[in-house]
C-alpha cells in the first residue's frame, strides 16, 4: 500500500494470515508469519450434561469425547 510508506500501520490479525477485509485480500505477497500447532495430549470421555472449559461455559449436550492439547 503506497500511500502508507512512511505512516504508522497497525498490521493487527494480518501478521497471523487472517485478511480482516477484502482490502487486504487484494495485497499480493501478504503471507502468515506463524502458525500454532498443538499435540493431543488427552481424551476424556463427557456425558450430557458435564460442564467443561474455561470457567465451565461448555455443557454437552450428548455424549462425546473432550480433547485436551498441549
Known sequence: ???AHRDMVRVGILMYGVF???VCRRISGIL???SVKARIAAIQQIKP???V???MRY????????????
Do not use: F, H, K, N
Request: glycine content about 14%; proline content about 15%.
Open 1 to 3: 500500500m503506497p500511500q
Open 20 to 22: 480482516p477485509s477484502s
Open 32 to 34: 502468515p508469519v506463524m
Open 49 to 51: 450434561g458435564e460442564a
Open 53 to 55: 472449559g474455561y470457567g
Open 59 to 70: 455443557t454437552a449436550a450428548s455424549p462425546g469425547a473432550l480433547r485436551c492439547c498441549r
